[in-house]
């Protein structure tokens, strides 16, 4: 059985670059897409990008500038960076695995327990 | 952008149906997905490709796409049930979620 575990500093500087991780235990990181989301306090679900195993990455426009997703197959991790980090950054971040079969979209199906990042002075 | 729309919040009598909406533009041409997520836990996927149900999840929750507007439906509600749920579609290679909606069990 899959399960991802998010990693990295719970407390950011604003300016600074938030730095996570996802480990993925129990399967391989290949064959399949790697999501990271947020959710910001009091509000809704938003999706970061993801990366494909080949190393193929795709951003959400609204945070593209500013996001880098990376992988390193040989530990099993994907990694997230997001710049220039302000207040309206703080937010609970979730790793995800994509389920795609055949071109056909079957939503996240594996989802890390999350991780709370505060940016702050 | 693609947006889905979803009311705040939505509340049902313990035993009784709440029905969730998720509206966007010609949504019944996509794959709807559902999540349930509870206070301090992730989110968990109870319908994919707008009806169906991955292994655990009860059968009190259904789901369906047409038109313009997806719907969950949580039969015989429980306290259980009370979460944020969120739809969710793959469009322009980006995924898009709802903006949420708490259910509480009265």
């Known amino acids: 059985q899959v399960q991802l575990q998010e990693s990295g500093p719970g407390l950011v500087k604003p300016s600074e670059t938030l730095s996570l991780t996802c480990t993925v235990s129990?399967?391989?990181?290949?064959?399949?897409?790697w999501s990271w989301i947020r959710r910001p306090p009091g509000r809704g679900l938003e999706w970061i990008g993801y990366?494909?195993?080949?190393?193929?990455?795709t951003y959400n426009p609204s945070l593209m500038s500013r996001v880098t997703i990376s992988l390193d197959t040989s530990r099993n991790q994907f990694s997230l960076k997001l710049s220039s980090v302000t207040a309206a950054d703080t937010a609970i971040y979730f790793c995800?695995?994509?389920?795609?079969?055949?071109?056909?979209?079957?939503?996240?199906?594996?989802w890390g327990q999350g991780t709370s990042v505060s940016v702050s002075s | 952008s693609y947006e889905l729309t979803q009311p705040l919040s939505v509340s049902v009598a313990l035993g009784q149906t709440a029905r969730i909406t998720c509206g966007g533009q010609?949504?019944?041409?996509?794959?709807v997905h559902w999540y349930q997520q509870k206070p301090g836990q992730a989110p968990v996927l109870v319908i994919y490709?707008?009806?169906n149900r991955p292994s655990g999840i009860p059968e009190r929750l259904s789901g369906s796409n047409s038109g313009n507007t997806a719907t969950l439906t949580i039969s015989r509600a429980q306290a259980g049930d009370e979460a944020d749920y969120y739809c969710?579609?793959?469009?322009?290679?980006?995924?898009?979620f709802g903006g949420g909606t708490k259910v509480t069990v009265l």
């Open positions: 995800a695995r994509d389920w795609w079969d055949l071109g056909t979209d079957y939503g996240l199906d594996v």
């Open positions: 990366i494909y195993y080949s190393g193929s990455t």
């Open positions: 490709r707008d009806s």
């Open positions: 129990g399967g391989s990181i290949s064959g399949y897409y």
């Open positions: 969710q579609v793959w469009d322009s290679s980006l995924w898009v």
């Open positions: 010609n949504i019944g041409r996509k794959n």
